[in-house]
């Protein structure tokens, strides 16, 4: 049985050619308040020295060395799974690009274990510029009705000081309880990379189980957009794992009636997506998600089958803009007014 007050907590960093970035992230995990955990690095294949590095300065770090890049998803799910298998109460996955306070994993246990029906719950994840800063990263991601998942309360003023229900959580500082995974809750391996935390919440959310984001539970990103600026590769992932996340989760009713908003946005991106570079990316996006049509509805299925909330409790949880401002422009805000008018309209019909 898990002690609610001192759950045994497997950390489990995973990396991809991160090795200069590593040494910050391990160091400050080790330095917690909190002791009943035990360090994990997994490594997706990295080409550069990131598992001697750690293997060779951090003896205590229990390194799995994977033979291929099994993406964030696939890496991840396979990691939890063995963690659980070893009794293991929770897991708490982090981002190697990181920093964490010495009371992030105390803080992130006691907010996630207040209440037994809080699957998932996700730090207060603060933007590292040279430095700590009191400016938000994500603090619980968004969702916009159409499918896209954006930071929440992205660089505004820390002023966060109570717990808080959120959308969904953010994968760069998650807890997950074993109790859920992979029982109710499970990241879907077919995303490899994107999206795939939001697929996550929102089994947990179908489900009426709660995603809390955690007020004292501090982690510093060294999140720069500009240099994680859409590659040809990231836009195909977040393109088709949008459209897999629509597939699974909407009801019939509702993906009838966001059907129109959802064609013009369609026709909207891949207009954008000529001007930038990524129409074949599109295009690709979009002949891979037809290609695993049979597979999707399969997992809808059986992912409707779990569901306790209805349309209109899930819909509370959307937003009726994209409100980012990494990605404002004059496009999208003629976009947003659009789609601001469009939920007015269906959120009576829900």
Not at 65 to 80: M, R, T, V
Not at 199 to 217: C, F, K, N, P, V
Not at 219 to 224: A, F, G, R
Request: with cysteine; hydrophobic share 40%; glycine share 4%.
């Amino acid at each position: 049985m898990t002690d609610t007050l001192s759950p045994r907590v497997a950390v489990i960093i995973l990396g991809f050619n991160h090795r200069e970035q590593l040494s910050d992230a391990i160091d400050s995990v080790q330095e917690q308040s909190y002791t009943n955990y035990q360090l994990f690095y997994i490594d997706n294949a990295s080409s550069d020295d990131s598992v001697d590095f750690v293997r060779t300065h951090y003896p205590t770090v229990v390194v799995t060395a994977n033979e291929k890049n099994l993406g964030y998803a696939g890496g991840y799910d396979i990691a939890i799974r063995n963690a659980f298998e070893q009794n293991f109460d929770t897991a708490v996955l982090l981002n190697p690009d990181t920093v964490v306070n010495t009371e992030w994993l105390s803080e992130l246990v006691r907010s996630a274990y207040i209440d037994p029906n809080i699957a998932l719950a996700q730090s207060k994840i603060l933007i590292w510029d040279n430095g700590k800063t009191d400016i938000i990263n994500t603090f619980g991601n968004n969702i916009h009705f159409l499918g896209f998942g954006y930071c929440g309360h992205y660089k505004e003023n820390d002023t966060f000081s109570e717990d808080i229900d959120i959308p969904y959580a953010s994968g760069a500082s998650l807890l997950i309880k074993k109790e859920y995974y992979p029982s109710k809750i499970h990241f879907d391996t077919d995303y490899f990379a994107y999206l795939e935390d939001q697929d996550l919440g929102w089994q947990a959310r179908i489900q009426g189980l709660r995603i809390i984001a955690s007020a004292e539970s501090k982690v510093w990103h060294k999140y720069d957009f500009q240099k994680k600026h859409l590659s040809n590769f990231k836009f195909y992932l977040l393109e088709r794992n949008r459209l897999f996340f629509l597939t699974k989760f909407f009801s019939f009713k509702f993906l009838f009636l966001i059907f129109p908003a959802f064609l013009i946005m369609e026709f909207g991106v891949l207009f954008d997506s000529i001007f930038k570079g990524y129409f074949f990316r599109k295009l690709k996006a979009e002949w891979d998600f037809m290609k695993a049509l049979q597979r999707l509805i399969q997992k809808r299925e059986a992912i409707q089958n779990t569901r306790t909330l209805s349309d209109t409790e899930l819909f509370h949880f959307m937003s009726p803009t994209i409100s980012f401002e990494e990605v404002n422009s004059p496009l999208l805000r003629i976009a947003n007014s659009f789609l601001k008018g469009y939920y007015a309209c269906i959120k009576h019909l829900i």
